[in-house]
């Protein structure tokens, strides 16, 4: 499934999983200089959720998920639990 977005709509879209957790706010993109395909989603964390714990362990502030994780973007965007790191 092709998702459409345009990439200045994306910024500061709330990110939440399949389960309902809110990750947090999309803040930037990563996309491929060969193909210009988007290849992950940089997003702030939600100080309560469990992915934004782990990131404060590892010492980064931003949480990067990658674009296969996406599921929709619509009002929020929806990412799969599964497919996060």
Same mark, same amino acid.
């Given at each position: 499934?092709?998702?459409?977005?345009?990439?200045?709509?994306?910024?500061?879209?709330?990110?939440?999983?399949?389960?309902? $957790?809110?990750? !947090?706010?999309?803040?930037?993109? #990563?996309?491929?200089? /060969?193909?210009? *395909?988007?290849?992950? =989603?940089?997003?702030?964390?939600?100080?309560?959720?469990?992915?934004?714990?782990?990131?404060?362990? $590892?010492?980064? !502030?931003?949480?990067?998920?990658? #674009?296969?994780?996406? /599921?929709?973007? *619509?009002?929020?965007? =929806?990412?799969?639990?599964?497919?996060?790191?």
């Amino acid at each position: 499934m092709v998702k459409f977005a345009i990439a200045k709509q994306l910024a500061g879209k709330r990110v939440i999983t399949t389960d309902g $957790e809110e990750l !947090g706010r999309v803040v930037d993109l #990563y996309l491929s200089e /060969l193909t210009g *395909k988007l290849e992950s =989603v940089l997003v702030e964390p939600n100080p309560d959720s469990s992915l934004a714990v782990k990131a404060k362990r $590892e010492g980064a !502030g931003l949480i990067t998920i990658p #674009y296969s994780a996406v /599921l929709d973007v *619509k009002d929020v965007m =929806v990412v799969d639990r599964r497919n996060l790191v």
